[in-house]
């Protein structure tokens, strides 16, 4: 189940240092809303989402406390608060809010912040939790972007997952997202789940490009502990993913989607085009300023990251008596911004830039172009396919 780092104990008014605030603006700024409910939990996930009849699967109250999170983001970053040029609907599942609510979160981060000329507005949502009525609603209300759990396109897939929704269900919704007026339309695969043949991951590739999806995001299926795929796992019922299956459909991924016009930009992730790519998740990656608003969101605010409590009441009830929601935060050092820096760029297509590390890192880097794992190219040195396959291996390397 989701659990928060440990760190330092985070200021009860959620004050920043001023160093921290420097610079504020010079970097890309976006707000992430987490909204931590489903209508069931599939057996794989251990994000911090409730579900009806658990405790903390109410929903009442979580509205009033997301808009006082955006008030006091609003104070404690004062007025030089930058234009907000993302911000995103994560869960959970953000599309079970009613529109309404969502509009109203999106009213008060406007009148908070702004939202900057052409802003991107993502509402993270499941196919079965939205209609034509509900997508144009919330194009009113300004989310340009969505992005759909699809998962796969093959029942037996979908049943290994505990998926809820018919096969067929994530391309409609893409379709009718796009005849909504959504700008961007995203569909997540996962790849490797227990019983998936190839022929089920190309069908589910296939889908996702006659869908009309301008963005797809795959991931490898990950056991994560106290799930109950792990539990089946470890009981003998389901195979976990092997790693060369799980290679293997990475490449096919990357082959077709790459073939079809969807180069890859992250390593999980494809779009047509650079106006398609994810201006919120970029952010992350370029390591932005983001404030996450919501239970056991996290934020980072120059080299300053700090989490939320996890348990929707714990955190209502703090906002309730005008306290900060943060359980913990960490200061980091100039040394650590960098090793992440690192990790994460590393991670994008656009790559490193070579001027920016230090001798032992080139090395490394270079030991790691000759064994085929990096290219080198216009100062900047980027994963091979191969190497994607290893990125966490290559980034140990250049960090170690
Ligand atoms: C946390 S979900 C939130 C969006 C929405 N509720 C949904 O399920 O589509 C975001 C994405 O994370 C991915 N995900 C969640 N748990 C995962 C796991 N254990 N392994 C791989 N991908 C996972 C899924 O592709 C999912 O669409
Ligand atoms: S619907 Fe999404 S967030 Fe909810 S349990 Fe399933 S994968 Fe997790």
């Not at 993270?124 to 209300?141: G, H, I, M």
Request: proline share 6%; hydrophobic share 45%.
């Amino acid at each position: 189940m989701a659990l928060l780092p440990d760190g330092d104990p985070a200021p009860s008014d959620g004050a920043l240092p001023a160093s921290a605030l420097a610079g504020l603006g010079a970097r890309p700024f976006g707000l992430y809303v987490h909204v931590p409910f489903c209508a069931a939990r599939c057996g794989y996930c251990d994000f911090n989402t409730y579900v009806p009849g658990e405790d903390g699967g109410e929903r009442a109250g979580y509205l009033e406390a997301a808009l006082a999170e955006v008030a006091l983001a609003r104070r404690v970053l004062g007025d030089g608060a930058p234009a907000a040029q993302t911000v995103f609907f994560g869960g959970g599942t953000p599309s079970l809010l009613d529109p309404g609510d969502l509009a109203r979160l999106l009213e008060a981060v406007d009148a908070a912040f702004g939202l900057a000329p052409g802003a991107e507005v993502t509402l993270e949502a499941n196919p079965e939790s939205v209609d034509p009525l509900r997508l144009r609603a919330l194009c009113q209300a300004g989310f340009t972007r969505i992005s759909l759990g699809m998962q796969s396109a093959a029942p037996r897939v979908l049943a290994a997952l505990d998926r809820r929704h018919a096969p067929g269900r994530p391309v409609a919704a893409a379709r009718e997202a796009r005849e909504a007026g959504f700008e961007h339309v995203n569909l997540d695969l996962i790849y490797g789940a227990p019983g998936e043949s190839d022929a089920d991951w190309e069908a589910s590739l296939r889908a996702v490009l006659d869908a009309g999806a301008d963005h797809v995001s795959a991931y490898a299926l990950v056991v994560e502990p106290g799930t109950r795929l792990a539990a089946r796992v470890r009981r003998g019922e389901l195979a976990a993913p092997e790693d060369d299956v799980l290679a293997h459909r990475y490449r096919m991924a990357d082959e077709l989607l790459c073939g079809a016009g969807l180069p890859w930009y992250e390593i999980s992730n494809w779009a047509a085009g650079e106006a398609a790519r994810s201006r919120h998740n970029l952010g992350y990656w370029r390591s932005g300023d983001w404030w996450g608003v919501g239970p056991g969101a996290h934020s980072h605010v120059g080299g300053v990251r700090w989490w939320n409590v996890l348990h929707p009441r714990a955190y209502a009830e703090r906002l309730a008596t005008g306290a900060s929601p943060a359980a913990g935060r960490e200061l980091l050092s100039d040394a650590e911004r960098r090793t992440e820096r690192l990790m994460l760029e590393l991670r994008l297509r656009e790559g490193l830039a070579l001027d920016e590390l230090d001798p032992p890192a080139r090395a490394a880097l270079t030991a790691q172009a000759r064994a085929g794992r990096l290219e080198l190219r216009d100062g900047r040195a980027t994963l091979t396919l191969d190497g994607r396959l290893m990125a966490d291996a290559v980034a140990r390397e250049l960090t170690a």
